[in-house]
């Protein structure tokens, strides 16, 4: 099985800064790597797909980068609508899926 | 209106049987992948299965094989996440999501699974 970390586990980070969420597999993927965000009582929603491509109606402050085994997530201007766990996914050729463990987000 | 919608919140005891829904509209409900997604409370999003309405293939997770069923009805639109036995640690908030490529755009509002004696 491939097997996802992320890291921070959470951060606390002000209005306006820029946030860095990274997310290693345990094996290359090439890209093929999505990133969600999920408020609290809320769904998941799909932010970026394949590594890098921001999902259609997604604030263009979000993006997402990588590729093989290193990704990475990020949010240039926090706002506070943004506090929200952000989830990386990892899938496979066989669609067989696994996600991160999640990075909580806050306003410090 | 491109949705999922989910049954309603459900409380059983340890051994019963349960089978939920998840109800596709607005799409070709036959033409994106089904996924079910366990989140247990407080913790983090675990991926279950996935099943393609179409012709019913279907994959599972290693960690879920053999401990549920995905099926689907594609004359209804609707998609199923079934256990035969419960356990108090299934009591969880399982969401199904939509995917026409593997990126899960779609999603229900989920359904609480409650399991107490």
């Known amino acids: 099985d491939i097997q996802m970390t992320q890291s921070p586990s959470s951060l606390s980070a002000s209005v306006g800064d820029r946030v860095t969420i990274t997310c290693q597999a345990s094996q290359d993927i090439s890209n093929y790597l999505n990133w969600y965000q999920q408020k609290p009582g809320k769904a998941p929603k799909l932010l970026i797909y394949?590594?890098?491509n921001l999902e259609t109606g997604v604030p263009s402050r979000f993006s997402g980068s990588g590729s093989g085994t290193d990704f990475t997530f990020t949010i240039s201007s926090l706002q506070p609508e943004d506090i929200a766990t952000y989830y990386c996914?990892?899938?496979?050729?066989?669609?067989?899926?696994?996600f991160g463990p999640g990075t909580k987000v806050d306003i410090k | 209106e491109v949705q999922l919608v989910q049954s309603g919140a459900e409380v059983k005891k340890p051994g019963e049987s349960l089978k939920i829904s998840c109800k596709g509209s607005g799409y070709s409900f036959t033409s994106y992948w089904i996924g079910w997604v366990r989140q247990m409370p407080g913790k983090g999003l675990e991926w279950m299965g996935i099943?393609?309405?179409?012709?019913?293939?279907?994959r599972y997770s290693p960690s879920f094989q053999g401990q549920v069923t995905i099926s689907a009805d594609k004359s209804i639109s609707t998609a199923y996440l079934q256990w035969s036995s419960l356990k108090a640690s299934d009591t969880a908030m399982y969401y199904c999501?939509?995917?026409?490529?593997?990126?899960?755009?779609?999603w229900g509002q989920g359904t609480m699974v409650t399991v107490s004696s």
């Open positions: 394949d590594a890098s």
């Open positions: 099943i393609y309405p179409g012709d019913s293939d279907t």
């Open positions: 996914q990892q899938y496979d050729n066989l669609r067989l899926f696994t």
């Open positions: 999501a939509a995917t026409a490529t593997a990126s899960f755009d779609i």
